[in-house]
């Protein structure tokens, strides 16, 4: 598996975890991070991805809000949840990462973690988001 690949599944994992837990996650995130991790380079990026995207959680909940529709954010699995907060943060603020590379990943994580209607609605989602983003700018 590629370490970004590998990173993106432990960055989701750990925001599932604060989804789920809340900031009591926070004191046992890193050692998680560090014990799942392959090398100091995956578990840096899902750190930082983690961090970066709990950090900045109301403006990824508000871009999947305005492009997820009708869909309330409290009716989303904690897993599709936490897919989407990870590919929303890197959307916005990960401008090294091209676009369709974080919502292939999205995808492929939602294949392996969710339900079988996620990666169909994870790739709408994210795919809104990636043109309402560069209809702004």
Known sequence: MDRRTKARELAM????????????????????IREQGEDD???TMAFDWTAGAWDNVSVCDGLITTAAGKWDLSRLSSVDRSILRLGAYQLKF???????????????????????QSPRFVNGVLDAILKRMKEEA
């Open 94 to 116: 990960c401008p090294d990462i091209p676009g369709k590379v974080v919502i292939n990943e999205a995808i492929e994580i939602a294949k392996k973690y969710s339900g079988a």
């Open 13 to 32: 994992q750990s925001l599932f975890q604060l989804d789920v837990q809340g900031n009591h996650f926070l004191d046992q995130m890193n050692r998680f």
């Open 41 to 43: 380079m995956t578990s």
